[in-house]
């Protein structure tokens, strides 16, 4: 079963209008994070946002705000005002362990493409 | 400035040959890791390193192998044992284990 899900392979969004970005997650775990990640056509990897399973607060990081909605299991990234250079693959990932054998895993989604309009 | 630089770009293997990537931070991050990334998919981690000598495999370790000789380095080999190697390869660090990652540019590996 997977994991992470990102339900949306793209997304458009016109310049300066807000746009959410879906993130479902499957964890048996009571401690885990939650990640964002944008990653242009250059290829780098960017953190976003991050947001911890314990934290009662919804994460902000600027234009990044995450949607931490615990029984649902979802951490959808909104992006506020967005702009010509938001256009970029965005990867959701979560961070489970450690284990009782020490290890953790760190899994992340297939990744939304979003398209920003001018 | 600070960062996490991979080399080189790109990099051809012929069949049976091993081969390495490299990657050096200087950013003082403890903790690094290696990832594989496949066309249309997410990230997939190879092998993280907590701390000097010490590494865990992740999810996908077979037919890789890894060092951590310095806290700066940690080279990835890709060895004949990697039947699917082309893909691209992404190291990153963290000041603590599985904290918020920065990520090198890439390599991108093909089987010649």
């Known amino acids: 079963a997977q994991k992470i899900t990102q339900t949306q392979p793209g997304m458009f969004v016109q310049e300066k209008e807000a746009v959410t970005l879906d993130c479902t997650y499957d964890?048996?775990?009571?401690?885990?994070?939650l990640f964002w990640y944008k990653q242009p056509s250059s290829g780098e990897m960017i953190f976003l946002i991050y947001?911890?399973?314990?934290?009662?607060q919804n994460a902000t990081e600027g234009r990044y705000s995450l949607n931490f909605q615990k029984a649902r299991k979802s951490a959808n990234l909104v992006i506020s005002a967005s702009q010509l250079g938001d256009s970029a693959m965005y990867f959701c990932a979560m961070r489970e362990g450690p284990s009782t054998s020490g290890t953790y895993k760190y899994i992340f989604g297939t990744g939304t493409r979003l398209k920003v309009l001018a | 400035d600070g960062g996490i630089t991979q080399s080189p770009k790109y990099l051809f293997r012929k069949e049976g040959q091993n081969v390495t990537l490299s990657c050096e931070q200087n950013l003082n991050h403890d903790a690094m890791y290696w990832y594989r990334q496949d066309p249309g998919q997410g990230l997939r981690l190879i092998y993280y390193s907590q701390i000097v000598n010490d590494f865990q495999k992740g999810d996908i370790a077979e037919g890789y192998s890894v060092s951590r000789e310095k806290k700066e380095s940690f080279p990835l080999t890709v060895t004949s044992a990697q039947k699917n190697p082309t893909a691209f390869y992404l190291c990153?660090?963290?000041?603590?284990?599985?904290?918020?990652?920065?990520f090198g540019d890439g390599t991108r590996l093909s089987i010649l």
């Open positions: 990153a660090s963290s000041i603590g284990l599985f904290q918020p990652q920065h």
């Open positions: 947001q911890g399973s314990y934290d009662e």
């Open positions: 964890t048996s775990d009571q401690s885990y994070g």
